[in-house]
Nanobody, 114 residues
Framework: VQLQASGGGLVQSGGSLRLSCRASGINFRINTVNWYRQAPGKEREFIANITSSGTPNYAGSFKGQFTISRDNTKNTVYLQLSGLKAEDTAVYYC?????????WGRGTLVTVSS
């Protein structure tokens, strides 16, 4: 199982980015996919997930700012980041629980300049 997160970069405060998480080695369409982030000096925190049927679930603090979606034909889950602030600077990771294990991508860095 491999997860590849991409789409991060440097963006100005108030800007937007779309992150992608592409999976290989699994029957992707049956899996829930999670997004997390880890800011410098902080614990990794859960952002959102999307079920196999496409139902999104968000941690309360991200609801309305970030949007998760998936395209099973491309084995890809997206995380649309909007209204970015300096405190959103973090490495963003995707995660798939699969057959009793947690699989993580390498993460993609989002840097928001104020």
């Amino acid at each position: 199982v491999q997860l590849q997160a991409s789409g991060g970069g440097l963006v100005q405060s108030g800007g937007s980015l779309r992150l992608s998480c592409r999976a290989s080695g699994i029957n992707f369409r049956i899996n829930t996919v999670n997004w997390y982030r880890q800011a410098p000096g902080k614990e990794r925190e859960f952002i959102a997930n999307i079920t196999s049927s496409g139902t999104p679930n968000y941690a309360g603090s991200f609801k309305g700012q970030f949007t998760i979606s998936r395209d099973n034909t491309k084995n890809t889950v997206y995380l649309q980041l909007s209204g970015l602030k300096a405190e959103d600077t973090a490495v963003y990771y995707c995660n798939v629980p699969y057959r009793g294990r947690d699989y993580w991508g390498r993460g993609t860095l989002v840097t928001v300049s104020s």
